[in-house]
């Protein structure tokens, strides 16, 4: 299967374990050994100020840190949009990649444009994911910067209702359908 970097997750309803029910997930590494995400639509009550006060002037004190995933959520993750891509521990897609846990925030800060601190990320064994794929659990749309950095309330909704066709209809499925 080819390399599904930089590409979303999007959940399909029928997926519902509760780490990933109606999530979208940045997939940020993919090879033949697993892949390794980000969910982008969970944010935690928890600030950057609470909770990793040396992000601050990188992320922003009233900004919240997101829930990226179920594996390792005490673990800090920072994904960035950097003016020089260079400046990255790794890139995921475009301008967007991730900080070096060995970086100054202060420098990353002058090289960013912005910044999101996540909490955990989702991971996939070798095959788990190309067999998630062939259940029909994830559907898969282009990543563009503003689903990673963007304040939408409903990300899953508004990614399903870019997908276009059959999926806009699918975006305005509510959170429980049998309340409808």
């Given at each position: 299967?080819?390399?599904l970097?930089?590409?979303l997750l999007?959940?399909a309803p029928?997926?519902?374990?509760p780490n990933?029910?109606r999530t979208?997930?940045l997939?940020a590494?993919h090879?033949e050994?697993?892949?390794m995400?980000?969910v982008?639509?969970r944010?935690?009550?928890?600030t950057?100020?609470?909770a990793?006060?040396p992000?601050?002037?990188?992320?922003?004190g009233?900004?919240?840190v997101?829930?990226?995933g179920?594996?390792?959520p005490g673990g800090?993750?920072?994904?960035?949009?950097f003016e020089?891509?260079?400046?990255?521990a790794?890139?995921i897609?475009?301008?967007?990649?991730?900080?070096?846990?060995?970086?100054?925030?202060?420098e990353?800060?002058?090289g960013t444009?912005?910044?999101?601190?996540?909490?955990?990320y989702?991971g996939w064994?070798?095959g788990q994911?190309e067999?998630?794929l062939e259940?029909e659990?994830?559907?898969?749309?282009?990543?563009?910067?503003?689903?990673?950095f963007?304040?939408?309330?409903?990300?899953?909704?508004d990614?399903l209702a870019?997908?276009?066709?059959?999926?806009?209809?699918l975006?305005?499925?509510?959170p429980?359908?049998?309340?409808n």
């Amino acid at each position: 299967m080819e390399s599904l970097q930089g590409q979303l997750l999007i959940a399909a309803p029928s997926l519902v374990d509760p780490n990933f029910r109606r999530t979208v997930v940045l997939i940020a590494q993919h090879t033949e050994d697993g892949a390794m995400g980000l969910v982008l639509n969970r944010r935690s009550e928890a600030t950057i100020a609470e909770a990793v006060p040396p992000l601050v002037r990188l992320a922003g004190g009233d900004a919240f840190v997101w829930a990226g995933g179920p594996v390792e959520p005490g673990g800090v993750i920072v994904v960035a949009e950097f003016e020089e891509t260079g400046d990255a521990a790794e890139m995921i897609f475009g301008d967007v990649g991730f900080m070096s846990a060995e970086a100054d925030p202060l420098e990353v800060a002058d090289g960013t444009r912005r910044a999101r601190v996540y909490a955990g990320y989702a991971g996939w064994g070798a095959g788990q994911l190309e067999a998630e794929l062939e259940e029909e659990a994830w559907f898969v749309e282009r990543a563009v910067e503003e689903d990673v950095f963007g304040t939408s309330d409903d990300l899953w909704s508004d990614v399903l209702a870019r997908k276009g066709g059959p999926f806009t209809l699918l975006s305005k499925m509510p959170p429980d359908p049998s309340l409808n």
